[in-house]
């Protein structure tokens, strides 16, 4: 009994301590452990940041990515290998079973090797492509790095990436130029609302095999801004896949490298940050969104600009509402932020929305900030249910590049007025004409009545009657 509490308080402290919203173990799959030495730098800020990393080569039959039927790690770096294949514990349906588990995957390629049949295959099952020719890389002659590739061209030089939106988040954003050496272009299918591009390769680029100088390239892979150097896939269960067109980014020598565009100023290649900020992401430090607190109730009579936190917890969430009920809804957003939760603020050309929904939405309405605690922002909406009975969801549908989705759905009825719910005639004053011509009417019918009762007959010869 004392292991086990010994064991689930060692599971908690590291659950504390670590970086990721995820988990903190990292399986790095490296083929030649002599490369090790290549990337001290980018493992060693890994393992800083409390990642727990596993150096395996695919060749180990013992790698595997799943135990008694979950996960064995958090995380998966897939470096280059040399040979054809990572074997069979990594293939192709495996990677994806894992992503299907939430499992994130930093995938970096190389020029200098032929990417695997199996890898190719999996991105191609992920709308991401490779160039047909193993061996092409990406060049470009008005933005490359003088210093080491003066004749090739095939190091490019580029400005760190800008949000996909105005006034939207930034997590690969910065000062300084990065080094990209020999990168592996890819062109992203438009069929796909999970892939977003993260580097964009420049305007005067294009990727083509440079064994094959002293022939005509008659037909290219693609050019400019067709390729991503860096492109993120977010999958519908918010599991992460970074595929980085150049490992040799990740190199220590590039991480210390100086580098030079044409006409530039020479300045240190700020790659070792981008490193950093690609790992974030893939590994769920930045960008993860979590729902807390999530409810509806009756806005009316008492109720009504009350705090949820005042009302009987029986009235909180009902099942059943009535047409023309005044509802209000609020919900609780909270950001992860490298090691603690933050209060969510959509940027300001964006909106959070809440729809009520049957088949299509009766109302779309944003959600405006109520109340801001140090780790969460509440969001709330007021609004009348439609004049029509049925099935209905409250729903809060956001789903931003580069953002966990939030899809939160909460099924309610819809009941028509009873017969004693229904306003009366005298309380309608479009009702009164009608109300008023009812009683007009009655009353010139008593008037009538005893006009005639109270009359005496007419006599025949043209007197009066008199009354015997």
Same mark, same amino acid.
């Given at each position: 009994?004392? +292991?086990?509490?010994?064991?689930?308080?060692?599971?908690?402290?590291?659950?504390?301590?670590?970086? /990721?919203?995820?988990?903190?173990?990292?399986?790095?799959?490296?083929?030649?452990? $002599?490369?090790?030495?290549?990337?001290?730098?980018?493992?060693?800020?890994?393992?800083?940041?409390?990642?727990?990393?596993?150096? &395996?080569?695919?060749?180990?039959?013992?790698?595997?990515?799943?135990?008694?039927?979950?996960?064995?790690? #958090?995380?998966?770096?897939?470096?280059?290998?040399?040979?054809?294949?990572?074997?069979?514990?990594?293939?192709?349906?495996?990677?994806?079973?894992?992503?299907?588990?939430?499992?994130?995957?930093? !995938?970096?390629?190389?020029?200098?090797?032929?990417?695997?049949?199996?890898?190719?295959?999996?991105?191609?099952?992920?709308?991401?492509?490779?160039?047909?020719?193993? @061996?092409?890389?990406?060049?470009?002659?008005? =933005?490359?790095?003088?210093? /080491?590739? +003066?004749?090739?061209?095939?190091?490019?030089?580029?400005?760190?990436?800008?949000?996909?939106?105005?006034?939207?988040?930034?997590?690969?954003?910065?000062?300084? %130029?990065?080094?990209?050496?020999?990168?592996?272009?890819?062109?992203?299918?438009?069929?796909?609302?999970?892939?977003?591009?993260?580097?964009?390769?420049?305007?005067?680029?294009? +990727?083509?095999?440079?064994?094959?100088?002293? $022939?005509?390239?008659?037909? %290219?892979?693609?050019?400019?801004?067709?390729?991503?150097?860096?492109?993120?896939?977010?999958?519908?269960?918010?599991?992460?896949?970074?595929? %980085?067109?150049?490992?040799?980014?990740?190199?220590?020598?590039?991480? $210390?490298?100086?580098?030079?565009?044409?006409?530039?100023?020479?300045?240190?290649?700020?790659?070792?940050?981008?490193?950093?900020?690609?790992?974030?992401?893939?590994?769920? &430090?930045?960008?993860? !969104?979590?729902?807390?607190?999530?409810?509806?109730?009756?806005?009316?009579?008492?109720?009504?600009?009350? #705090?949820?936190?005042? *009302?009987? $917890?029986?009235?909180? @969430?009902?099942?059943?509402?009535?047409?023309? @009920?005044?509802?209000?809804?609020?919900?609780?957003?909270?950001?992860? /932020?490298?090691?603690?939760?933050?209060?969510?603020?959509?940027?300001? =050309?964006?909106?959070?929305?809440?729809?009520?929904?049957?088949?299509?939405?009766?109302?779309?309405?944003?959600?405006?900030? !109520?109340?801001?605690?140090? @780790? /969460?922002?509440?969001?709330?909406?007021?609004?009348?249910?439609?004049?029509?009975?049925?099935?209905?969801?409250?729903?809060?549908?956001?789903?931003?590049?580069?953002?966990?989705?939030?899809?939160?759905? #909460?099924?309610?009825?819809?009941?028509?007025?009873?017969?004693?719910?229904?306003?009366? +005639?005298?309380? *309608?004053?479009?009702?009164?004409?009608?109300?008023?011509?009812?009683?007009?009417?009655?009353?010139?019918?008593?008037?009538?009545?005893?006009?005639?009762?109270?009359?005496?007959?007419? #006599?025949?010869?043209?007197?009066?009657?008199?009354?015997?």
């Amino acid at each position: 009994m004392k +292991s086990i509490y010994t064991w689930a308080l060692l599971a908690l402290s590291t659950a504390v301590n670590a970086l /990721s919203s995820s988990g903190q173990r990292l399986l790095v799959v490296l083929e030649d452990a $002599e490369l090790k030495g290549k990337y001290s730098q980018f493992l060693g800020d890994l393992e800083s940041r409390g990642y727990q990393i596993s150096v &395996e080569s695919p060749k180990n039959d013992a790698v595997t990515l799943f135990k008694h039927g979950e996960l064995a790690y #958090d995380h998966l770096i897939l470096l280059p290998p040399k040979s054809k294949a990572y074997g069979p514990n990594l293939t192709p349906t495996i990677l994806l079973e894992y992503l299907k588990n939430e499992g994130n995957i930093l !995938l970096p390629l190389s020029a200098n090797t032929a990417t695997p049949t199996g890898i190719v295959s999996l991105l191609l099952e992920l709308d991401i492509h490779l160039p047909p020719d193993r @061996n092409a890389l990406v060049v470009d002659h008005f =933005n490359y790095d003088t210093r /080491s590739a +003066s004749d090739k061209h095939d190091v490019l030089t580029l400005p760190r990436p800008g949000p996909l939106r105005p006034d939207a988040k930034n997590y690969f954003g910065g000062d300084g %130029l990065l080094a990209v050496p020999r990168a592996v272009g890819q062109t992203l299918g438009n069929a796909s609302p999970l892939l977003a591009p993260i580097l964009t390769a420049p305007a005067t680029s294009y +990727s083509y095999n440079p064994k094959e100088d002293g $022939e005509a390239v008659e037909e %290219l892979f693609a050019t400019g801004s067709q390729m991503a150097l860096a492109t993120g896939l977010q999958a519908r269960n918010s599991a992460r896949l970074t595929v %980085l067109g150049s490992a040799e980014m990740l190199e220590d020598g590039w991480f $210390e490298a100086q580098v030079q565009a044409p006409g530039g100023k020479k300045s240190k290649a700020v790659n070792r940050d981008f490193a950093r900020q690609i790992t974030e992401w893939t590994f769920k &430090e930045v960008g993860v !969104l979590k729902v807390g607190k999530l409810q509806h109730y009756l806005n009316e009579g008492a109720n009504k600009g009350v #705090d949820p936190a005042s *009302i009987a $917890e029986s009235e909180l @969430n009902p099942k059943i509402y009535r047409i023309k @009920n005044d509802v209000t809804y609020t919900i609780e957003l909270s950001e992860y /932020s490298h090691d603690h939760w933050t209060p969510f603020i959509p940027p300001s =050309n964006d909106a959070l929305q809440l729809e009520f929904t049957m088949l299509s939405p009766f109302h779309r309405l944003p959600l405006t900030p !109520l109340d801001t605690t140090a @780790n /969460s922002t509440l969001f709330g909406a007021a609004f009348t249910t439609p004049d029509q009975h049925g099935i209905f969801s409250f729903r809060v549908n956001y789903k931003r590049p580069f953002l966990t989705a939030v899809d939160e759905k #909460d099924q309610v009825t819809l009941r028509h007025m009873a017969h004693d719910e229904w306003p009366r +005639s005298w309380q *309608i004053s479009g009702a009164w004409t009608w109300i008023a011509g009812v009683w007009v009417t009655v009353g010139g019918w008593l008037a009538f009545l005893a006009l005639w009762l109270y009359s005496a007959p007419t #006599d025949k010869k043209g007197g009066v009657k008199k009354r015997q």
